[in-house]
Nanobody, 126 residues
Framework: QVDLVESGGGLVQTGDSLRLSCAAS????????MGWFRQAPGKEREFVAA????????YYADSVKGRFTISRDNAKNTAYLQMNSLKPEDTAVYYC???????????????????WGQGTQVTVSS
C-alpha cells in the first residue's frame, strides 16, 4: 500500500506562484513514474505533468509548458510541482499519482497510475 499526500495549494492571484508537494509513504521503493493531474469544476480530470523515476524525463501538458516544472526527490519520496505565472484557468483540484511501472508514452493516461492522493485545491483569482 502507498499513501500520497499533497500539500501546498491555496488561493493566489494571477501571475503568482505556488509549489505543490506530494509525499509518498509505504512501499515507495517501487515508485516509478510520478504524475500530476487536475480537475476543475464541471470538467474532466486532465494530465498536467509527469516525471520518470530518474527524473531525467519530464512531460507537460501544452497548457502548462514553460510555466510549470515537475521534479522529485527520491531520497525524500516526494514529488513537486512548481507553478509559475498562474492563470485563472489553472484553478482546479490538483492530484498527484504514482505508477509502479514505467509508462512509456502513456504517462498522460490517469488510468495507468496505481495510487492517487486526495488532492489539493489551487484557486487563482483574476
Amino acid at each position: 500500500q502507498v499513501d500520497l499526500v499533497e500539500s501546498g495549494g491555496g488561493l493566489v492571484q494571477t501571475g503568482d506562484s505556488l509549489r505543490l508537494s506530494c509525499a509518498a509513504s509505504g512501499r515507495t521503493f517501487s515508485s516509478n513514474t510520478m504524475g500530476w493531474f487536475r480537475q476543475a469544476p464541471g470538467k474532466e480530470r486532465e494530465f498536467v505533468a509527469a516525471i520518470t523515476r530518474s527524473g531525467v524525463n519530464t512531460y507537460y501538458a501544452d497548457s502548462v509548458k514553460g510555466r510549470f516544472t515537475i521534479s522529485r526527490d527520491n531520497a525524500k519520496n516526494t514529488a513537486y510541482l512548481q507553478m509559475n505565472s498562474l492563470k485563472p484557468e489553472d484553478t482546479a483540484v490538483y492530484y498527484c499519482a504514482r505508477s509502479t511501472y514505467w509508462l512509456g508514452s502513456y504517462y498522460y493516461q490517469g488510468g495507468r497510475y496505481d495510487y492517487w492522493g486526495q488532492g489539493t485545491q489551487v484557486t487563482v483569482s483574476s
